[in-house]
């Protein structure tokens, strides 16, 4: 049999009432992502939406995408940075990666503007959060295990620390 695609969910528009700060959340279908911001004077409309992974070399990500992972476009208009982002994270295990900066790469924003004091409430909701000035994609997910340097790499790496140091004095 052909197994069936699973259907890019449909992107959602969130709107915030002029001059207010306050959480919008995402449906489940779009990671429930929760996205705490203030509107302009007339109001706020934000727009999450399923994403592909923009980096150009997927292969390089410092995620693993795992089961029902999905990363999300966030954009808006009217609303007032900071953005306090925050998906659902169960096990306390997941980082917050945004897609950001010049030249553009994934950034763990992981508890980035958020004093240690104020992180409780986010900790017992099981949520994993971080502050931005920008809004673009968003994913929570477990970060890549970096990879062990080989003894040979190690030694090699040794002896040209050794050189130097003995050039300098």
């Known amino acids: 049999p052909v197994p069936t695609p699973t259907p890019t969910p449909e992107p959602t528009t969130l709107l915030l009432p002029a001059s207010t700060t306050a959480p919008v959340t995402a449906p489940a279908e779009l990671g429930s992502v929760e996205i705490t911001l203030t509107s302009g004077p007339s109001g706020a409309t934000v727009t999450v939406a399923a994403a592909e992974n923009p980096a150009p070399d997927t292969g390089k990500t410092p995620f693993r995408l795992g089961e029902g992972d999905t990363i999300v476009d966030i954009s808006a208009t009217g609303a007032v940075p900071p953005y306090l982002i925050c998906f659902p994270d169960p096990d306390g295990t997941l980082r917050l990666w945004h897609y950001e900066g010049t ?12 004093p240690v004091a104020d992180r409780a409430p986010y900790v017992a909701d099981h949520q994993v959060c971080g502050k931005t000035q920008s809004l673009s994609p968003f994913i929570a997910a477990l970060s890549k295990p970096v990879p062990a340097m080989r003894s040979e790499e190690h030694t090699s790496e040794l002896q040209s620390l050794r050189h130097l140091v003995c050039r300098l004095l």
């Open 103 to 114: 030249p553009p790469a994934w950034r763990d924003i992981t508890w980035l503007g958020i």
